[in-house]
């Protein structure tokens, strides 16, 4: 089973700023990574598949990248709906489709 | 308008079973693929089960093999997950999510706001 971990657990940033979240694979998933966001009691929400590629719907300052092993998420200048808990998961090597435990991103 | 409802959450005895349904719209269900992913409470997400769009395959989490089983109703636009055997480690948030093709091998871009079942004597 392949691990994802996430870092850091919890990032601060101000409104405006860039947050950049960090999704490492435990072996190499290709380009095979999505990013959800999920807000309180609230159901997840696709973000970016295929690594880099934005789903339907989401605004331009999401932004993913990344291959192999090591994917980022960038968020290019926070607003206030975007704070949130943020995971990554890998479908490359399944099942299980196996997730991050999550970046929860805060107000600074 | 899509939505996805799911019911059949609720308290289930440790050992005891629960049928979760989920009802979907909006969009031709035969088509895609579907999973179900849960949550258990302040934690993060897990995904459980796929089925593709025939219903023939099937795919779980070690953690519910032998104890739970998805399937679908193509002509009623429904998703099932036959919980059994169940313990207190299945005490979640259920959700259930339409995958955006067809292969189960693919993210989930459409989900319901979830059922909660809860595990407990």
């Known amino acids: 089973e392949i691990v994802m971990t996430q870092s850091p657990a919890t990032l601060s940033v101000s409104p405006g700023e860039r947050a950049t979240l960090s999704c490492r694979a435990s072996?190499?998933?290709?380009?095979?990574v999505a990013w959800y966001q999920q807000k309180l009691g609230q159901a997840p929400r696709l973000l970016i598949y295929g690594a880099s590629t934005r789903a339907t719907g989401i605004p331009a300052r999401f932004s993913g990248s990344g291959s192999g092993t090591e994917f980022t998420l960038t968020i290019s200048s926070l607003q206030s709906e975007d704070y949130a808990v943020y995971y990554c998961?890998?479908?490359?090597?399944?099942?299980?489709?196996?997730f991050g435990q999550g970046t929860k991103l805060d107000v600074k | 308008e899509v939505q996805l409802l799911e019911s059949g959450g609720g308290l289930a005895q440790p050992g005891g079973s629960l049928r979760l349904s989920c009802v979907v719209s909006g969009f031709t269900f035969r088509r895609y693929a579907m999973t179900w992913v849960r949550q258990a409470p302040g934690k993060g997400l897990e995904w459980v089960s796929g089925i593709d769009t025939s219903g023939g395959g099937r795919h779980y989490v070690d953690s519910v093999k032998g104890r739970f089983t998805i399937s679908r109703d193509n002509s009623k636009s429904t998703l099932y997950l036959e919980m059994s055997n169940l313990s207190a480690d299945d005490t979640a948030v259920y959700y259930c999510a339409k995958v955006w093709g067809s292969s189960v091998a693919d993210p989930s871009d459409l989900w319901g706001q979830g059922t909660l079942v809860t595990v407990s004597s």
């Open positions: 998961q890998q479908y490359n090597n399944w099942p299980p489709y196996t």
């Open positions: 072996q190499s998933v290709g380009s095979h």
